[in-house]
């Protein structure tokens, strides 16, 4: 790769790494209390609410450019980390 793809493609990995960490401030949290508000549900069909907060947060890494960057196993990887 030539120096000027490099100047170019460096922001872009700047700020898919900044969306990524603003899903983890933002939208993680926010997937742990929705799942966890709904344990009661989700144990009755035999769920944990930790791996359904995990599956609606992969949703969304799934299908956002700034987390499909890093590659499917990555993904995996990061998302089965969380608590």
Known sequence: M???????????AAWFA????LDLQLLWPACRI???ARR????RQHIDWLDAARAAFAVHAMSDAGWRW????EITRRIDKLR
Do not use: C, F, M, N
Not at 18 to 21: I, S, V
């Open 18 to 21: 900044l969306t990524r960490r």
């Open 2 to 12: 030539s120096g000027r793809w490099k100047i170019i493609w460096l922001p872009v």
């Open 70 to 73: 890093l590659g499917e196993e």
């Open 34 to 36: 929705e799942a966890y």
């Open 40 to 43: 009661d549900a989700l144990q």
